[in-house]
């Protein structure tokens, strides 16, 4: 990776948020999925979406481990 980052780093705040938010948007679905019922085009790009934001939660996961691996904080 590149130069040295502890949690208080910026890089690693922006990871946490799109973490966050992510997840937060994990937890709307729901709800997006009950008000598109009937609507078969709209229900299929909700659940893109709730996969894509999964995928983009765990990638943060995975960048927040080896960033705060390398400082034996993680």
């Keep these: 990776m590149g130069s040295a980052h502890t949690p208080a780093d910026d890089l690693v705040y922006d990871l946490v948020s799109i973490q ?3 997840l937060k948007a ?3 679905y729901a709800k997006y999925l009950e008000d598109a ?11 893109e ?19 705060t691996k390398e400082h034996g904080i993680g």
């Design 20 to 22: 966050y938010h992510a």
């Design 49 to 67: 979406a709730q996969q894509q934001d999964a995928q983009r939660a765990e990638r943060c996961h995975a960048l927040l481990r080896d960033l």
């Design 37 to 47: 019922k009937g609507h078969d085009d709209v229900e299929e790009f909700l659940r």
């Design 26 to 28: 994990a937890q709307t």
